[in-house]
Nanobody
């Protein structure tokens, strides 16, 4: 019913930048919160940043001041600008959206993930 497609991952040197994008499509009436999470090998998935429908943002302490989340409601798309990347930022980055469907049901959806590798 809803698909989230991420793009923008890749290999970057420490100190470099990447911009991730996530576009939602399908039977969408509206989107509440959109956000980014990441999962490093052998670790649990963790929150990176979120952007609510009221334009409130939240960041993990580890990325504050370096990452910026933004959102284009007309395109149902969320972005994550990642600057000053560190090797510990190497992970699969996942997009998540809380979506109101045409059935008026509110459900969470995840993208397939995009690999970000930061070399030292």
């Amino acid at each position: 019913q809803v698909q989230l497609v991420e793009s923008g991952g890749g290999l970057v040197q420490a100190g470099g930048s990447l911009r991730l994008s996530c576009a939602a499509s399908g039977s969408i009436v509206g989107i509440n919160t959109m956000g980014w999470y990441r999962q490093a090998p052998g670790k649990q998935r963790e929150l990176v940043a979120t952007f609510t429908s009221s334009r409130s943002t939240n960041y993990a302490d580890s990325v504050k001041g370096r990452f910026a989340i933004s959102r284009d409601n007309a395109k149902n798309t969320v972005y994550l600008q990642m600057n000053s990347l560190k090797p510990e930022g190497t992970a699969v980055y996942f997009c998540k959206a809380t979506v109101m469907l045409t059935t008026l049901r509110l459900d969470d959806y995840w993208g397939q993930g995009t690999q970000v590798t930061v070399s030292s």
